[in-house]
């Protein structure tokens, strides 16, 4: 981003546009990446619920992939995943392996 | 009570604190963030005291909200929001606004126990209708975890550093519900982020009534309690399971407890796993861990007294 002089800026620097920070992607900050796997998933959307970064798109009602642009990977996601029969929606890999 | 409290019917709903805000991984702020504004169907405006919430909502060109919000210092959140309120009733006296506007003020415990103590006891005082909500995470974090009035006994922080001339906090944490309920306000409650569904609850409830509403809410810093990324809604969970951090509300003076867990857990598997009592747990300073486990039992019983008699 180009750095703004101060006649650039509104008054008290306040921000115009609510929500502007969707283009500042965070998801680079991952050392572990999220994964789901969509046959365990009872679609109970606590991962969504607990998710900090605002990182799993819901559309209807149903979960659906990780927005990897954002994730910052910290694993809540994984741990509070109650699974199908004890087998886990989400497992979080080493992020480049 | 309003429907449409399940999340399937939340997901639907507008995220109104956005993802690209830049708190740490596994922060327990945005998730109480992100729940007080789900659980919010009015229109809002927040003010937010300085904190590890503020400076990460909002740097430079980009905010993470999507509803208008005021920076404010770190003393000052519940009175800047005193402020637009104010202003809102003057303008609707006018006939200028016709809508119902609710207002919010956010402040980590730094602002709200500490800092912006002052001006939130005169704010609930003067009886703004309004909503103020802590999340408390114990400790400045902020500035590199410095004790706060909310950190733990025991715990070890850069201002009370556990060694070989103390272990760590030695004072107890201040109990700011009780407090609060003390100004004879409408609504105090208690929440954690674990307990998504009583949280939402007591926002709802506290949006319907008129008046200041106080709530103070769990909010796990993996940095800050030495634990890690993946456990603040388990450290959570075990921190109301253990009654360190009992769910409760309180309404007109008269105190409800809305959670009793079923199994209460020694708290010290709520302290086990956070490397900011780590110390608690050597042999020298087991006088303290237990005094830990008194005092958070005393509390307990004196809550449940409360709760019983209506009081």
Known sequence: MKQKGWKDLPPGSVVLEGGSAVNFKTGSWRAYRPIWNKENCIQCLLCWIYCPDMAIKVKDGKRGEFDYDYCKGCGICALECPGKKGKNAIEMIEEGK | MATGLTLKELSKKEDRFTHGHRMCSGCGAPTVVKMVLLATDYPVIASNATGCLEVSSCISEYTAWKIPWIHTAFENAAATISGVETMYRSLKKQGKIDKDIKFIAFGGDGGTYDIGFQ??????????????????NGAYMNTGIQRSSAT???????????????????RSRKNLTKIMGAHNIPYAAQASPSHWMDLMKKV?????????????????CNRGWRSQTNDSITLSKLAVNSCYWPLYEIEDGVTKITYTPKDKVPVADFMKPQGRFKHLFAPANEWLLKKVQEEVDKEWEKLKKQAECGC
């Open chain 2, 204 to 220: 709802k409830k506290a949006h319907e009534f008129i008046g200041p509403k106080f709530m103070n809410i769990l909010a796990p």
């Open chain 2, 152 to 170: 733990p006994l025991g715990a070890d922080t850069t201002t009370c550093p556990a060694g070989d001339v103390i272990p760590g906090k030695l």
């Open chain 2, 119 to 136: 001006s939130l006891s005169g704010a609930m005082e003067r009886g703004h209708d309004m909503l103020y909500v802590c999340y408390d």
